[in-house]
């Protein structure tokens, strides 16, 4: 997989995270609204505080397999780049500003896709659901 694919389906991953958390919220002000009775209201909250743990948790899982995966490709390329005559064609990683620095996709990982309305979003909502009571 080249860089563009990899950094386009990092996009369109974000974007699903971010619709998924929408759905939590929608769905907690939903009950919040039409459930009177407080006691089953309460245990409808900690039902959906719990999906959105476990939410959360893939996508922690879910980042840091790419974080991971981003690094190794990095390094591969920068080492065949580095070699007198690579055998191999890089597909464009090695090229890329490493995580480290702050730029590029990979950099972007912990900053958009981590900590963004993507990932991120799961705290908020996790948050929010505690609050709720």
Avoid: C
């Avoid at 386009?8 to 919220?25: C, M, Y």
């Avoid at 840091?64 to 390329?77: D, G, K, N």
């Avoid at 580095?82 to 464009?92: A, D, K, L, N």
């Amino acid at each position: 997989m080249d860089y563009q694919t990899a950094e386009n389906q990092a996009i369109q991953l974000q974007n699903q995270a971010n619709q998924v958390g929408q759905g939590f919220k929608q769905l907690a002000e939903k009950l919040q609204a039409k459930v009177t009775d407080p006691s089953l209201s309460r245990e409808l909250m900690l039902d959906l505080r719990e999906a959105a743990v476990a939410m959360q948790q893939q996508n922690q899982s879910s980042l840091a397999l790419i974080q991971q995966m981003a690094e190794y490709i990095h390094s591969l390329e920068t080492h065949i780049n580095s070699q007198p005559q690579p055998t191999y064609q890089t597909r464009g990683w090695a090229q890329q500003p490493y995580a480290r620095s702050g730029g590029g996709f990979m950099g972007s990982i912990m900053s958009g896709l981590g900590m963004g309305a993507g990932f991120g979003l799961a705290d908020d909502l996790v948050g929010s659901l505690f609050n709720a009571f």
